[in-house]
């Protein structure tokens, strides 16, 4: 019943955040779902304070900095290949972005999960190897949501996969430490390198758009992009919103927006 409650409290927030923020693509659901994460993480960790002594403890910190190392593979590869693709992209949209889910996904997959998992254990014998499972799989599994937004299935299975790899490896970083902040700097760290892309792999038949200009004196004032279709191209949309004010008509239409769909 508690976390109930507390579930509904944070959902009525971060909706009435989400009215007060500047709508700038999704700008206003990321920043409410970061301030609402930090809220629910304050709110779990002082419910279960007896318990949780090193969840944001700096105890531990040198060593799950060391344990993450690993998921630099994944945050240098993101990096390079936009870049060498020609496709680097990286401003504040892209920090929030990335930022969200990082808190997000390690609060509830890590911090919630996890550390209820590890209280049942306790009493009920649970085996170690069954928690690790029960927290890094559901969170592989939620990316292939993006299936149902539009997004490429043999992609989203593969990034599924990924998830698989990496959550096992944050839940094995917090097993060992009980330090969840290191585990959410680098997800969050992965997930922004991995936006510098700005849509990942979208192309024209995953999604649709609508492009509306304010122009005045051939150059444009206002960018509206909405879109429909793959959730990558929502984080395309929020980068062309920001970069085509300012341009001449003629150098909107050389301007790369990463996504094709766009």
Same mark, same amino acid.
């Given at each position: 019943?508690?976390?109930?409650?507390?579930?509904?409290?944070?959902?009525?927030?971060?909706?009435?955040?989400?009215?007060?923020?500047?709508?700038?693509?999704?700008?206003?659901?990321?920043?409410?779902?970061?301030?609402?994460?930090?809220?629910?993480?304050?709110?779990?960790?002082?419910?279960?304070?007896?318990?949780?002594?090193?969840?944001?403890?700096?105890?531990?910190?040198?060593?799950?900095?060391?344990?993450?190392?690993?998921?630099?593979?994944?945050?240098?590869?993101?990096?390079?290949?936009?870049?060498?693709?020609?496709?680097?992209?990286?401003?504040?949209?892209?920090?929030?972005?990335?930022?969200?889910?990082?808190?997000?996904?390690?609060?509830?997959?890590?911090?919630?999960?996890?550390?209820?998992?590890?209280?049942?254990?306790?009493?009920?014998?649970?085996?170690?190897?069954?928690?690790?499972?029960?927290?890094?799989?559901?969170?592989?599994?939620?990316?292939?949501?993006?299936?149902?937004?539009?997004?490429?299935?043999?992609?989203?299975?593969?990034?599924?996969?990924?998830?698989?790899?990496?959550?096992?490896?944050?839940?094995?970083?917090?097993?060992?430490?009980?330090?969840?902040?290191?585990?959410?700097?680098?997800?969050?760290?992965?997930?922004?390198?991995?936006?510098?892309?700005?849509?990942?792999?979208? *192309?024209?038949?995953?999604?649709?758009?609508?492009?509306?200009?304010?122009?005045?004196?051939?150059?444009?004032?206002? *960018?509206?992009?909405?879109?429909?279709?793959?959730?990558?191209?929502?984080?395309?949309?929020?980068? *062309?919103?920001?970069?085509?004010?300012?341009?001449?008509?003629?150098?909107?239409?050389?301007?790369?927006?990463?996504?094709? *769909?766009?």
């Amino acid at each position: 019943l508690d976390y109930i409650i507390i579930a509904t409290f944070i959902f009525i927030l971060k909706s009435i955040l989400e009215l007060f923020l500047p709508s700038v693509a999704n700008l206003p659901s990321s920043v409410a779902t970061i301030v609402v994460s930090i809220i629910f993480l304050v709110i779990y960790i002082r419910y279960m304070r007896d318990r949780l002594q090193n969840l944001i403890s700096t105890k531990n910190f040198k060593l799950a900095l060391i344990l993450v190392i690993p998921s630099l593979v994944i945050i240098i590869g993101n990096l390079v290949s936009n870049y060498i693709d020609g496709h680097f992209v990286f401003n504040y949209l892209v920090v929030i972005s990335g930022l969200a889910p990082g808190i997000t996904e390690e609060v509830v997959f890590r911090g919630f999960i996890v550390s209820n998992l590890m209280r049942i254990r306790k009493n009920k014998n649970l085996s170690i190897y069954l928690i690790v499972v029960l927290s890094a799989v559901p969170f592989g599994l939620l990316h292939l949501a993006n299936i149902v937004m539009g997004a490429d299935i043999p992609y989203s299975i593969v990034q599924a996969f990924f998830a698989i790899c990496i959550g096992i490896l944050f839940v094995a970083v917090y097993l060992r430490t009980g330090n969840l902040i290191v585990p959410i700097i680098a997800h969050a760290i992965t997930d922004i390198s991995g936006l510098t892309h700005g849509c990942g792999c979208c *192309a024209p038949q995953q999604g649709t758009c609508k492009l509306t200009l304010n122009v005045k004196d051939g150059v444009i004032q206002e *960018a509206l992009v909405e879109t429909i279709g793959c959730s990558g191209m929502t984080h395309s949309a929020a980068m *062309a919103a920001e970069i085509l004010p300012g341009k001449t008509l003629l150098e909107a239409l050389n301007t790369d927006l990463v996504c094709d *769909a766009i």
